[in-house]
């Protein structure tokens, strides 16, 4: 995924975590001679955790901790982080600059939760991004089957379900042997915005007049 990212010249924007999954595909897009965007939470800097890459490298350029507390960004060639107060202008900083859509890999709850929003802010229509799952050993079945169920219930309407895209694997091709980075890029240029989409309209701020 991280070379596909790279040669497709799609910057990643990601939560700025240098371990795990994401901190596996960052690093891969970088060494790829791609450009990566990490946004942290100054709690998570501050503590070592998500943040520890800019961490050690704000200790490594000689900053103190009060230092540390006030510089907005670091910047090395093609990587980029931003420092944030909360997870609440985490999220939003990350949606807007992900231009291009997210993808979802196997993850635990702030992946979930990230995910599920990042669809229903299309059926809303505050954005109109595809968001596309890497299905790896059917991780992501049961959200498949809870969708199912809402939409058999009536809870999702049956267009809606397009706003989630599954990469998989076909059957008889190993996991190995996939190119997840190659499927995962044509999903997101092959996708498509349901007809209708979008509840409301979000930019009418000035055309409210008072009667």
Known sequence: LGKALAASGRPLVYGGGDRGL???????VIQNGGFVTGVLPRAMILAGGEGRGP???AEAAGLSLSQKQQVPA????NHKSIVVESMHERKTIMATLAGGGFIGLPGGFGTFEEVLEAVTWSQLGIH??????????GF????????DGAVKENFIQEKNRSLVTFVEAPNGVSLSDFDWGK????ALESWSLPSDAGLFVWDQKNKLSST
């Open 183 to 186: 499927a995962t890029i044509e």
């Open 74 to 77: 670091i910047n090395e060639g």
């Open 140 to 147: 992501w079945e049961p959200l498949r089957a809870l969708i």
């Open 22 to 28: 994401m901190g596996i595909v960052s690093n891969t």
């Open 128 to 137: 109109q991004k595809p968001v596309v799952l890497l299905n790896v050993n």
């Open 55 to 57: 961490v050690e490298r």
